[in-house]
């Protein structure tokens, strides 16, 4: 599936590459970055036979889809990962290059670019199989504390929190956050990942970093809460994050803004499905780009939703730009 540049080293070393801010980026987002490989298929998976459908090697994971969002939204955006010392990390440098985001990457020579499965069904849905790759091996002195405390905000995704190494990198990360007076926010990642973990795990990992805003789609809301209904989850939420602004990603119906104990719906325009991918990932980019400049948290969801609603309309978790989108990025 992928190929790397130096196949069969052992040589336990890493490197960093970056692109270095001349200002300091207003948001700094730390975690995944993997490679796609998106399966699509126009109907039912054969068990055990062939069918037609698209394959296509698309940029992903969860941190650098929001970095690369928060970007094209206007908002000054520096990622922090690791990748490999292969072709696949060259690429990955290459492509937040190509779309403006500030970086800075940690190359190691002990492991591969990572990179997932995604394989997308004729309803649109999509399921995810994720490899182990150089971002679960983040290290605490690999840290760019510098650059993460200049920033404005941080963002962190709990793909970071599942296993350890990177957990400790990113906890170290927050609590300097924290330390330097930043807004900090999460996104819980994967309510399947959650439930493996351990609710109070979970949540005993995430709740001591100051999180100002935490951003679940309603499977993880529900998983974290016990709760199905979504304003009954975001209450319970609110309890569990007491600092937090909590969002809840509605997918084909909006958002939930909770606040103030009040719950506040944001309904989508449309809901023309093609492929799931990266639409929760979108919408924290879009989130953060209005939300962390001072826009109602209301009017942010608005934004973030309409920026949704076209990502799930195209394959991939970062489709090329057309008028319509560059329609709704202008939107304020």
Known sequence: M?????????????????????????????????????????????????????????PGGSAANVAVW??????????VGKVGRDRM????????????????????????????????DHTGQRSMVSGHGADFYLLPSELPLDLITAA?????????????????????????????????????????????????????????????????NKEEATTLSGCADAEHAAAALDALYPEALIVVKLDADGALVWRDGVGHHVPPSSNKLVDATGAGDSFAGAFLSRWIHGTDPVVAAEYAVAVAEWVIEHPGARPSGDAALSAVLARR
């Open 70 to 79: 928060a970007t094209r939204c206007g908002t000054d955006t520096a990622f």
């Open 152 to 216: 404005d905000h941080l963002h962190m995704t709990a793909w970071s929190f599942f296993a350890d190494p990177p957990r400790t990198a990113v906890r170290a990360a927050a609590r300097a956050a924290a330390a330097a007076g930043l807004t900090i926010s999460l996104d819980p990642g994967s309510f399947q990942m959650i439930d493996e973990m351990g609710v109070d795990t979970f949540v005993a990992h995430t709740c001591d970093l100051g999180v100002g805003l935490f951003l679940p």
């Open 89 to 120: 990390g060259l690429l990955a440098r290459q492509d937040l290059d190509r779309e403006g985001v500030r970086h800075h990457l940690v190359e190691s020579d002990a492991h591969l670019t990572g990179s997932v499965a995604v394989f997308v």
């Open 2 to 58: 992928v190929v790397p540049a130096h196949a069969g080293t052992t040589t336990h070393r890493a490197t960093v590459r970056s692109v270095t801010p001349a200002a300091p980026p207003t948001l700094a987002v730390i975690g995944d970055f993997a490679w796609d490989v998106l399966i699509r298929t126009n109907t039912e998976l054969l068990r055990g036979g062939d069918t037609f459908g698209e394959v296509m090697l698309l």
